[in-house]
């Protein structure tokens, strides 16, 4: 599957692509309680680019330049811009 192709609302995502940029990680309130830290990295292939959330031990998976394979990913729509996320079920590589 193809950047261009990711709608809001998706499931079972599989697709690759290479990391352009990731952020600071940043510490967040869960609604379950506690805390977990989240990064948002930049990912595009050749028909485009979107964000992919990043969660505890995915951040230190990935780095700037790398090209990865996320299986079985999903997207949402998160303040009005499609996001891409890996979620408990799902797995990030480097390719």
């Known amino acids: 599957m193809k950047i261009n192709e990711l709608k809001p609302g998706m499931r079972g995502v599989n697709v690759e692509g290479k990391i352009d940029s990731v952020t600071e990680p940043r510490s967040v309130n869960l609604r379950t309680g506690g805390t977990a830290q ?6 595009s292939d050749e028909t485009g680019q979107i964000k992919l959330s990043l969660w505890d ?23 009005g811009e499609n996001s891409l996320n890996i979620g408990r079920y799902g797995k ?3 390719a």
């Open 92 to 94: 990030i590589k480097r």
């Open 57 to 79: 031990d995915q951040i230190n998976l990935v780095k700037q330049g790398d090209n990865v394979a996320i299986e079985n990913g999903y997207t949402q729509a998160f303040r």
């Open 38 to 43: 989240v990064a948002d990295a930049l990912i």
